[in-house]
């Protein structure tokens, strides 16, 4: 059994910096496909940034570009997301995804594997 468990949320202060980890469990080998979304009060559940397999392309949500940064260590089956600049509205609950596909997708529904969320809060 497949199991993301995220850690590293907490509250920060505008302009900060955070890195997120999701560590993988269950499988011999290293998910091809690691993933993060976030869900904001009141919205829905929004792409953050993918990656594939470690040479292949990664993917982001056009408002994060230049500030959050996704990468991997198959070796610990862990992805990261470093997130610099932090403001109010990056507020939300980021929830770790993985998949077997290593195709990079930003459609949550490709992502059969999900962790409980860590909750990042900025404030201003």
């Known amino acids: 059994q497949v199991r993301l468990v995220e850690s590293g949320g907490r509250l920060v202060q505008d302009g900060d910096s955070l890195t997120l980890s999701c560590v993988a469990s269950g499988l011999t080998f290293s998910l091809p496909l690691m993933g993060w979304f976030r869900q904001a009060p009141g919205k829905e559940r929004e792409f953050v940034a993918a990656i594939g397999r470690p040479g292949s392309t990664t993917a982001y949500l056009d408002s994060i570009k230049g500030r959050f940064t996704i990468s991997r260590d198959s070796a610990r089956k862990t992805a990261y997301l470093r997130m610099n600049n932090l403001k109010p509205e990056d507020t939300a609950v980021y929830y770790c995804?993985?998949?077997?596909?290593?195709?990079?997708?930003?459609?949550?529904?490709?992502?059969?594997?999900w962790g409980q969320g860590t909750q990042v809060t900025v404030s201003s």
């Open positions: 995804a993985a998949a077997l596909n290593g195709r990079t997708t930003r459609a949550s529904h490709e992502y059969p594997y």
